[in-house]
């Protein structure tokens, strides 16, 4: 497989829905919710990338790292790089039609696993959106963690239970999505949660439960004295609100409390190995990726996927190389200039 002719290929099926833009900043798609930009201005996109950017790298290569350690734990996992395929819902209103829900479900979930890591799978206002990823979990023996959306508590607790079912190592919630008028124009009302609603939810659940959409440190606080497991900062890829700063901006100040008492994931922009490794110098354990898999998928299915984890595996190893750095679980932030 050639990256090029993957990016056209998933360029032709976009439609539209994406460009396959040079470079990933939001910069053309702004507005363009239902489809793969950002709420209104696009500045949440567009700080999630710039914020990224504005960290370099330090070069040292008088050491003696020359095989460096790309794997990590996370939730019990073993995976082979510290990438997470991202939730994505919604496939047939955001991708005009790209992939099914089902189609895309199962490829990034197989592309995924094929490159030693694992995807999350996302919810939405129809029913078949949540029950497509189950699908694809289960069919490669429960190798995936399902994002629910911020509904009633109940709700989430019946949910969580059927990804337990399926053999899922975690759920979570996007609570970032807490004001989505199309999950309540169908029915399906939802809304933010008190730190006691967490602890509920935790309390009546059997697997490590994540927090998704956190953004200042009292609130990543918050979901630790409740007993969650994980969180991820996010801001939901610019698409929930817009002018809100960077994930990397905010990174550092909520691992400063919660980092080694619970899991820190983050997304937002990071496109290369490099911006792998800035978030994990920054505080991360882990990150997750979405727009480049969802190119991936629609470009080259489940291959497609694993093709661009490899690749980001090879820019992240060569990047641990050229700074010194023997271990994805040991990033010290003085990488960073």
Do not use: W
């Amino acid at each position: 497989m050639e990256f090029n002719a993957l990016k056209c290929n998933a360029r032709e099926k976009f439609k539209g829905s994406c460009r396959v833009c040079p470079v990933c900043n939001g910069a053309v798609c702004s507005g363009e919710v239902p489809g793969m930009g950002a709420l209104g201005t696009g500045a949440s996109f567009h700080n999630n990338v710039n914020a990224l950017a504005s960290y370099r790298l330090n070069l040292r290569t008088i050491h003696n790292v020359s095989q460096p350690k790309l794997g990590c734990h996370v939730f019990g996992l073993e995976l082979a790089l510290p990438v997470i395929g991202a939730a994505i819902g919604g496939i047939g209103m955001n991708m005009k039609g790209a992939m099914t829900e089902e189609e895309y479900d199962m490829a990034i979930t197989s592309g995924c696993c094929q490159a030693g890591t694992i995807a999350m799978t996302g919810d939405g206002p129809s029913p078949e959106v949540f029950e497509s990823g189950i699908r694809a979990l289960q069919s490669i023996n429960g190798h995936g963690i399902p994002i629910i959306k911020p509904r009633e508590n109940h709700k989430i607790i019946e949910l969580a239970k059927r990804a337990a079912d399926a053999g899922a190592p975690a759920f979570g919630i996007d609570i970032d999505a807490a004001a989505l008028i199309n999950m309540t124009n169908a029915g399906q009302p939802v809304g933010p949660k008190t730190q006691d609603d967490l602890a509920k939810i935790k309390q009546h659940t059997s697997i490590p439960f994540i927090v998704k959409g956190i953004m200042t440190p009292d609130e990543a606080e918050a979901c630790y004295a409740a007993g969650v497991d994980g969180i991820v900062v996010s801001n939901h890829g610019g698409r929930a609100l817009d002018h809100l700063p960077g994930t990397a901006e905010v990174l550092p100040l909520i691992a400063e409390v919660v980092k080694g008492k619970m899991t820190v994931l983050v997304d937002g922009g990071v496109r290369s190995g490099a911006d792998v490794l800035k978030m994990l110098a920054l505080g991360a354990d882990a990150v997750l990726i979405g727009r480049p898999l969802a190119i991936g998928a629609v470009g080259g299915q489940g291959e497609g996927v694993k093709f661009v984890l490899n690749k980001l595996a090879g820019e992240l190893r060569a990047a641990m190389v050229l700074t010194g750095t023997a271990n994805v679980e040991k990033v010290d932030s003085r990488i960073l200039f």
